[in-house]
T-cell receptor
Framework: DAGVTQSPTHLIKTRGQHVTLRCSPI?????VSWYQQVLGQGPQFIFQ???????GRGNFPDRFSARQFPNYSSELNVNALLLGDSALYLC????????????FGSGTQLSVL | DAKTTQPNSMESNEEEPVHLPCNHS???????IHWYRQLPSQGPEYVIH???SNVNNRMASLAIAEDRKSSTLILHRATLRDAAVYYC?????????????FGGGTRVLVKP
């Protein structure tokens, strides 16, 4: 079975633009979470979605939004990009969205110039 | 969120054991201790977790102190593929969902 897949793998944007990142969970997994990892730091939780509903939100501004589709894939949207949004964005999936182990994708590397 | 403290980095020789310490003095009675690792250019990968008793799996062993204020991840025979950042994380029983609170982790260097 395929693991968690994310697209694109790399992306370059300029300040003020918006970006959409995509994630496909492992087959059978109904929960998707998003994390931001700035260089040299551990990942930080952004959102969790389960059955198309938001289950949790981290301490990120409203410029960050996400949604989950009926096939359980997910999109992360970031508006009005800032230089500080440059980071690796990681998607993780799990079966039920509870306190089970997470399976992470390899991430999308976003550079904002 | 309960906090964990880990050394920034550790070195090991190939084929030797690696003991990665983690302090979590503010752990509550129902917090699980989870370990993830992140290899270069990859997302984090689950390693092991435990509550009170020591745990073993094919990847590693987890030794938990009797007072639960610290734990140690043990890689029995380090290989070059074990070079990664290892994160010790507390999963709070009262917290819903998939939120993991990562710290800075321990960067493990394995020398041939």
């Amino acid at each position: 079975d395929a693991g968690v897949t994310q697209s694109p793998t790399h992306l370059i944007k300029t300040r003020g633009q918006h970006v959409t990142l995509r994630c496909s969970p492992i087959s059978g997994h109904k929960s998707v979470s998003w994390y931001q990892q700035v260089l040299g730091q551990g990942p930080q939780f952004i959102f969790q979605y389960y059955e198309k509903e938001e289950r949790g939100r981290g301490n990120f501004p409203d410029r960050f939004s996400a949604r989950q589709f009926p096939n359980y894939s997910s999109e992360l949207n970031v508006n009005a990009l800032l230089l500080g949004d440059s980071a690796l964005y990681l998607c993780a999936s799990s079966r039920t969205g509870g306190r089970e182990k997470l399976f992470f994708g390899s991430g999308t590397q976003l550079s904002v110039l | 969120d309960a906090k964990t403290t880990q050394p920034n980095s550790m070195e090991s020789n190939e084929e030797e054991p690696v003991h990665l310490p983690c302090n979590h003095s503010t752990i509550s009675g129902t917090d699980y201790i989870h370990w993830y690792r992140q290899l270069p250019s990859q997302g984090p990968e689950y390693v092991i977790h435990g509550l009170t008793s020591n745990v073993n799996n094919r990847m590693a062993s987890l030794a938990i102190a009797e007072d639960r204020k610290s734990s140690t991840l043990i890689l029995h025979r380090a290989t070059l593929r074990d070079a990664a950042v290892y994160y010790c994380i507390l999963r709070e029983m009262k917290a819903a969902g998939n939120k993991l609170t990562f710290g800075g982790g321990t960067r493990v260097l394995v020398k041939p």
